[in-house]
């Protein structure tokens, strides 16, 4: 079986395992781990129901998967439906206008970084402490394990 295709595999195994996990976040996964638009589908269609009844408003970049033409079709039918307003930003403003990267990302980024550092070096310790080291300290981690910590 080819690396391809074992990815293929896990993430499709991940994805239906976290699929309906009892919380209100959905998880999903895929092989070239990016936002696509059957990710960005998923994502409107948990949005509607979600917030069944409430407007829904989105600031977005020009990320491909935003642009493309099936999650345009989509977004027209919402927005005249009246239960979704999306903004664009524009090209290479990114990193100067979208609050959420300024003002949501950083913090949730710092928050993932420390607890992959504890978890980092909890496994430093322990392999320390088995003596199974040659002075060298690989740490790898799981898909599964690393959403389990975070």
């Known amino acids: 079986m080819g690396f391809d295709v074992s990815v293929r595999r896990c993430s499709v195994g991940l994805g239906r395992y976290y699929e309906d996990w009892g919380g ?5 996964f895929q092989p ?73 990302n950083a913090p949730v980024k710092r928050v993932i970084k420390a607890l992959y550092n504890e978890y980092r070096d909890r496994e430093v310790s322990r392999v320390r402490a088995r003596d199974e080291n040659d002075g060298h300290i690989q740490i790898k981690i799981l898909r599964q394990t690393f959403v389990r910590i975070v």
């Open 24 to 28: 209100s976040a959905k998880v999903f």
């Open 32 to 104: 070239n781990h990016w936002v696509d638009k059957h990710i960005i589908l998923k994502l409107l269609k948990y949005l509607k129901q979600r917030f069944q009844g409430e407007a829904v408003g989105l600031v977005w970049d020009e990320a491909t998967a935003h642009k493309d033409k099936e999650v345009e079709r989509y977004i027209e039918e919402a927005e005249s439906d009246g239960w979704l307003v999306v903004a664009f930003i524009g090209p290479g403003m990114t990193s100067v206008m979208q609050v959420p990267d300024l003002c949501v």
